[in-house]
């Protein structure tokens, strides 16, 4: 029997100065070996996204992440232990591995801001705003305006990082979740935090890691009530399996996580495995999307 060993999830960078959307407000910093562990639920019509990650820099710095959704998330902290809950199933089940298969203007008159916070909460060492897009011509000067609200005032969107945003705006994105945790030198576990939003397909973002470089590994566990077949974004020929998926109980699933559990409360049996995706950071052009 091969036994999956939960170490590291999602993300593991040597040294970076930005992954998957995180930036450090001191640009001469370096980011060590960003782990990030991620589990999703879907249930054809919404998704539960349970991120958590473990990180270290060269000295204290505030790191930004950014995380671009189609429709509004509503948040909260998660439990660590659903991770390893999932691992430990899948373990007692698994049978053999596979193969690599400002907001006014000038005085021209009031003008449209270009965004909204729908959500600011502190959680943990997470400070976080959920932003909505209400003109694309002006979202990323607002957004920059609204981060020195929040005492970030250095001006870290990066050319590259805009138009990276500019390009999910162009492509129907209206939703920006920005998460600000301060680091310092010793590596320190944040508190998973779960994002819960409506979505007719499975989604992970992975464009918005192409601005940093790297060789990364990424590994997801999923969950669904059915094994998914397209994959209409990210090419299902770079996702590898570690082992076969393993069938769940509805019973077994609510040992593992209440809100999925009731996300996914109509199916008798759900299907979980751990999807592995390895590349240079630069090279994904392309979100993960499944259904």
């Not at 940093?212 to 209409?232: D, H, K, Q």
């Not at 299907?271 to 499944?290: H, P, Q, T, V, Y």
Request: proline share 6%; net charge negative.
């Amino acid at each position: 029997m091969k036994v999956i060993k939960y170490s590291i999830f999602l993300l593991i960078i040597s040294i970076c100065y930005a992954n998957r959307g995180m930036i450090p407000v001191n640009p001469y910093v370096q980011i060590f070996e960003p782990t990030q562990r991620a589990m999703i639920a879907w249930n054809g019509s919404e998704e539960i996204l349970l991120l958590s990650t473990d990180i270290s820099a060269s000295e204290s710095t505030i790191v930004l992440e950014v995380l671009p959704l189609r429709a509004e998330p509503t948040v909260k902290k998660g439990d660590i232990e659903t991770f390893r809950r999932a691992i430990e199933l899948i373990n007692s089940k698994i049978q053999m591995p596979l193969g690599m298969g400002k907001r006014n203007g000038d005085g021209k008159g009031p003008q449209t801001p270009g965004g909204e916070v729908t959500f600011h909460e502190q959680i943990g060492a997470h400070d976080i705003s959920v932003t909505h897009l209400l003109d694309p011509a002006s979202f990323v000067a607002w957004v920059k305006e609204y981060l020195a609200s929040i005492e970030i005032e250095a001006d870290i969107i990066s050319k590259d990082m805009k138009e990276l945003i500019d390009e999910y705006i162009g492509d129907g994105f209206q939703w920006f979740v920005f998460d600000a945790v301060t680091i310092g030198t010793e590596t320190m576990t944040n508190e998973p935090i779960q994002y819960r939003f409506p979505t007719n397909k499975l989604f992970y973002p992975l464009k918005i890691t192409s601005t940093a470089s790297g060789e990364t590994l990424v590994e997801l566990l999923i969950l669904t009530p059915r094994l998914l077949i397209n994959f209409p974004g990210f090419p299902i020929t770079s996702v590898s399996l570690p082992h076969d998926p393993i069938t769940i109980t509805n019973d077994e699933l609510q040992s593992l996580d209440e809100d999925m559990h009731e996300l996914l409360k109509k199916y008798d049996q759900l299907n979980l495995r751990i999807w592995n995706i390895s590349g240079a950071l630069e090279s994904f052009d392309a979100d993960l999307i499944a259904y």
